[in-house]
């Protein structure tokens, strides 16, 4: 399997930024995915070598993925946050998830 390491989470007001980044091996599928409190973890972006993406409707026009093939590296953009973006964010690659990262959107 391969080992994620994440980083960029953090506690952010209403219509602030924050970037995560996911340290990978070489992966063809990288993505990102989220999982609020009491609900199912959900898809919020992914991106295949090539760099072919696909989004969450609810995040479209706000979050950006990009990858970093020379670094192993999937990026996660995240610009005009809102509150029900609050969650523990997980990367994921090929099969592999990482350990979550909490982003808070709070006043």
């Known amino acids: 399997q391969v080992q994620l390491v994440e980083s960029g989470g953090g506690l952010v007001q209403p219509g602030g930024s924050l970037r995560l980044s996911c340290a990978a091996s070489a992966s063809i599928f990288m993505g990102w995915y989220r999982q609020a409190p009491g609900k199912q973890r959900e898809l919020v972006a992914t991106?295949?070598?090539?760099?072919?993406?696909n989004y969450a409707d609810s995040v479209k026009g706000r979050f950006t993925i990009s990858r970093d093939d020379a670094k192993n590296t999937v990026y996660l953009q995240m610009n005009s946050l809102k509150t029900e973006d609050t969650a523990v964010y997980y990367c994921?690659?090929?099969?592999?998830w990482g350990q979550g990262t909490q982003v808070t959107v709070s006043s």
């Open positions: 994921y690659a090929d099969d592999s």
């Open positions: 991106i295949v070598r090539g760099g072919s993406t």
